[in-house]
């Protein structure tokens, strides 16, 4: 369970997400880090019913604006699937000094883990009206 603040009280409507790396460090320059995002929301649109109205991926975060039958879990799975995938991309490639980052800004309550992807939370925010309903498909 994350420790965001942010919560999300209607599940099914769509929302305004916003997904950091951990201490916005420069991730999604290189086109296999941005494919293994969009990987991700191609099969969450596939298994979970993803709805992505909006994105926008930059070289430390990312934008979206979506809907599932349970957004709050679609997320949860989008941050973990990545950032399993991601971390065995840096490894693969040899990335130390991003993984020594990773590993170093590490939160402290995560121990289990060496390394964090994502900052904590996603920081929902809900979309009440819809100009144009236009849905994406990758």
Known sequence: MGRSRYKIYESTHPHFFTCTILNWLPIF????????????????????????????????????????????????????????????????????????????YKKAHKTTTTYQIWQEGSQPKLIQTMIDPLILAL
């Open 29 to 104: 320059t290189r086109q296999d880090s941005v494919d293994i995002v969009l990987d991700s929301l191609k099969h969450l649109q596939r298994e979970e019913n993803l709805k992505l109205y909006a994105y926008v991926i930059l070289e430390n975060h990312i934008h979206l604006v979506a809907s599932s039958e349970d957004i709050a879990k679609s997320m949860r799975h989008f941050k973990s699937f990545t950032a399993k995938e991601i971390l065995k991309l840096l490894q693969k490639e040899s990335v130390t000094t991003i993984l020594d980052q990773l590993a170093f």
